[in-house]
């Protein structure tokens, strides 16, 4: 299947072919990190005062939609390219704050990217690329379901270090809590979730935007804040979305999605609220890599398993196969819950470049 952001890429890609020699130091360079603030002042005193301001609202083959108050425009990355040849890769995001000059009513050419203060980006689908979800947010809504779609611990972990790594408040919403009623397996992989989340210190709120159980609270924590609503496919983002605004976002039928595997959200946009503030729709997303995320790290994402692991008898343990392992050791003994331990290494095999699953390894001292 084409990957969702391939119109955003496709728009890009332009980009890349004009800045070809630049594309190495680009990948050298960690362009989503802040810039040093001299750095940010010497580029504000270039900024022709003139050019106009405007925050990027949605990106498609055609070019960036450009919001600057209200009035829309249809904006190339023109002007950007000479200064993205000596700087950086660095791409237009939604959410971005940018400077462009109209060259007509509807349309302008974007000249200058504003620093971001956050961003959500994932490993495009080559692997070799970071890709930008959304910039300039302050919280990101970790939407997920129990029933359908079936909940993927290691998925909700995945948006948690991303939003870690940019910056962003992270919040779970578990939707759909309508379909755990009929169901008791369901809902005790519900409270089997909370009870291993929950202690982490993360904002959860078990919502329906069927029956509104929730929504109330959700609406109140969006006002006047700009949020990014991340989460596979069908779980309800846009549904939720609706349910706290009134609109009319497109939803999906869940029974075609698992069929034809499509997603009702096509590209990322950024929405006003009614209320203040902001939310980024969307599309759910296949397979969500981390965009840099070291092997070394990923334990310091898992802080309910660090004081066991800072136990291990070996400072080098890797916490996976090793006998006497402090942390295997705290699995069975219930003291870890096993779906974070499960995300834990599905997190770890993945940064060795390892494919293994969870099902293969049943053999293994903890189980
Ligand atoms: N039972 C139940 N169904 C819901 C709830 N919220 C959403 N749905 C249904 O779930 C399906 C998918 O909803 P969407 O809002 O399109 O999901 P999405 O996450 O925006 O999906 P993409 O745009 O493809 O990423 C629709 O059929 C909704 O009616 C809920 O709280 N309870
Ligand atoms: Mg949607
Ligand atoms: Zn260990």
């Known amino acids: 299947m084409k990957d969702l952001f391939d119109h955003e890429e496709e728009f890009h890609s332009r980009d890349r072919k004009a800045s070809k020699?630049?594309?190495?130091?680009?990948?050298?360079?960690?362009?989503?990190?802040?810039?040093?603030?001299?750095?940010?002042?010497?580029?504000?005193?270039?900024?022709?005062?003139?050019?106009?301001?405007?925050?990027?609202?949605?990106?498609?083959?055609?070019?960036a939609w450009v919001d600057d108050m209200g009035h829309i425009f249809l904006c190339s990355l023109k002007g950007l390219l000479k200064k993205e040849k000596i700087k950086s890769k660095n791409l237009i995001a939604v959410g971005d704050w940018v400077r462009f000059s109209a060259t007509s009513e509807k349309e302008g050419s974007i000249a200058h990217i504003e620093p971001r203060y956050s961003f959500?980006?994932?490993?495009?689908?080559?692997?070799?690329?970071?890709?930008?979800?959304?910039?300039?947010?302050?919280?990101?809504?970790?939407?997920?379901?129990?029933?359908?779609?079936?909940?993927?611990?290691?998925?909700?972990?995945r948006y948690l270090i991303a939003a870690e790594k940019g910056n962003i408040n992270p919040l779970i919403v578990i939707n759909k809590i309508d379909l755990l009623d009929t169901d008791p397996e369901e809902k005790k992989r519900y409270l089997e979730f909370l009870a291993a989340y929950e202690p982490l210190g993360i904002p959860i709120l078990s919502i329906s935007s069927k029956t509104a159980?929730?929504?109330?609270?959700?609406?109140?924590?969006?006002?006047?804040?700009?949020?990014?609503?991340?989460?596979?496919?069908?779980?309800?983002?846009?549904?939720?979305?609706n349910a706290c605004f009134?609109?009319?976002?497109?939803?999906?039928?869940?029974?075609?999605?698992?069929?034809?595997?499509?997603?009702?959200?096509?590209?990322?946009?950024?929405?006003?609220?009614?209320?203040?503030?902001?939310?980024?729709?969307?599309?759910?997303?296949?397979?969500?890599?981390?965009?840099?995320?070291?092997?070394?790290?990923?334990?310091?994402?898992?802080?309910?398993?660090v004081p066991f692991a800072e136990e291990c008898r070996y400072p080098d343990c890797s916490h996976r196969t090793e006998p006497n392992c402090k942390v295997i050791q705290a699995v069975k003994e219930k003291k870890i819950a096993s779906i974070r331990y499960e995300s834990f290494r599905t997190l770890l095999d993945e940064a060795e470049g390892n494919d293994d699953n969870w099902a293969k390894r049943k053999q293994e001292p903890f189980s």
Do not use: M
């Open 246 to 305: 009134g609109l009319e976002l497109k939803i999906g039928d869940l029974a075609q999605k698992t069929f034809k595997g499509s997603h009702t959200t096509s590209s990322a946009t950024l929405i006003p609220l009614p209320d203040g503030g902001y939310c980024v729709d969307t599309p759910g997303i296949r397979s969500f890599g981390i965009w840099d995320l070291k092997k070394e790290e990923i334990l310091n994402h898992f802080q309910d398993l």
């Open 120 to 157: 959500l980006a994932r490993t495009d689908v080559s692997g070799r690329k970071e890709q930008l979800i959304a910039v300039n947010v302050d919280q990101a809504v970790i939407s997920i379901s129990v029933v359908s779609p079936p909940l993927k611990p290691a998925l909700v972990d």
């Open 213 to 241: 159980v929730g929504i109330d609270a959700l609406r109140s924590i969006l006002k006047d804040k700009a949020t990014v609503f991340s989460g596979q496919s069908g779980v309800g983002k846009s549904s939720l979305i």
């Open 21 to 63: 020699k630049s594309r190495k130091h680009a990948q050298e360079t960690d362009r989503s990190k802040y810039k040093k603030s001299d750095q940010v002042e010497k580029e504000a005193k270039e900024i022709d005062p003139a050019l106009r301001r405007g925050r990027v609202i949605s990106i498609g083959g055609e070019g």
